[in-house]
């Protein structure tokens, strides 16, 4: 039972463009979102995320929205750059109890072509 | 620098062997976690711990175990029970507090011979 899914394996944008990745949660109680970046043989390094009392976030290129009603975030990278190229990871946690853990998606692989 | 170290980056493992993967975070964080990541697959969750002496089971944890004897540290053992254990193995940690984003290690290869 995947609770998070990342229904596009790849995605190919031009640089300069825009990038939208796209996660969907199928759990009601999660109440925390996360996006990673991973490059291979390198672990996930966080880069933004979004709390459920909101529904967008920004940092720089980077802009997560969520739509609770419809259980979809999405990550807009806004101009992409070839350094974008990697998995893009979306997590989130909630769901009850403290323990805060992060339930993956399978990824998405972004290259960003020059 | 704070951060978390994952070692070895890469790791042989002969059939019916223990081994153990070290993991140690200087960012004084609470929690810590293992994760397991198979290629095509995302992160799935063997053990966490939410304070020293205390750990609980993740989604798929047999034939693992791990200790918390110290703040810092979060050790992994892969037993011979694990029928699988080929994989990239990532280490986490965060605050432990609600909404914190969890900060990983660059991880362990494991591989068998």
């Known amino acids: 039972d995947q609770q998070v899914k990342q229904n596009s394996p790849s995605l190919s944008v031009q640089e300069g463009r825009i990038s939208i990745l796209n996660c969907d949660y199928t759990?009601?109680?999660?109440?925390?979102f996360l996006w990673y970046k991973k490059y291979p043989a390198e672990g996930p390094t966080f880069l933004i995320s979004?709390?459920?009392?909101?529904d967008k976030n920004e940092d720089g290129r980077f802009t997560v929205f969520l739509n609770k009603s419809a259980k979809h975030l999405s990550l807009h990278i806004v101009p992409s750059q070839p350094g974008d190229s990697a998995v893009y990871f979306c997590?989130?946690?909630?769901?009850?109890?403290?323990?805060?853990?992060?339930?993956f998606g399978k990824g998405t692989l972004l290259t960003v072509n020059p | 620098d704070g951060g978390i170290t994952q070692s070895p980056k890469y790791l042989f493992r002969k059939e019916g062997q223990n081994v153990t993967l070290s993991c140690e975070q200087n960012?004084?964080?609470?929690?810590m976690y293992w994760y397991r990541q198979d290629p095509g697959q995302g992160l799935r969750l063997i053990y966490y711990?939410?304070?020293?002496?205390?750990?609980q089971k993740g989604d798929i944890a047999e034939g693992y175990s791990v200790s918390r004897e110290k703040k810092e540290s979060f050790p992994l053992t892969v037993t011979s029970a694990q029928k699988n254990p080929t994989a990239f193995y990532l280490c986490?940690?965060?605050?432990?507090?609600?909404?914190?984003?969890?900060?990983f290690g660059d991880g362990t290869r494991l591989s068998i011979l």
């Open positions: 986490a940690s965060s605050s432990g507090r609600a909404n914190q984003p969890q900060h």
């Open positions: 759990n009601s109680m999660f109440d925390y």
């Open positions: 979004i709390s459920s009392i909101k």
């Open positions: 997590a989130a946690s909630g769901g009850g109890g403290s323990n805060y853990k992060l339930t």
């Open positions: 960012l004084n964080h609470d929690a």
């Open positions: 711990s939410q304070i020293v002496n205390d750990f």
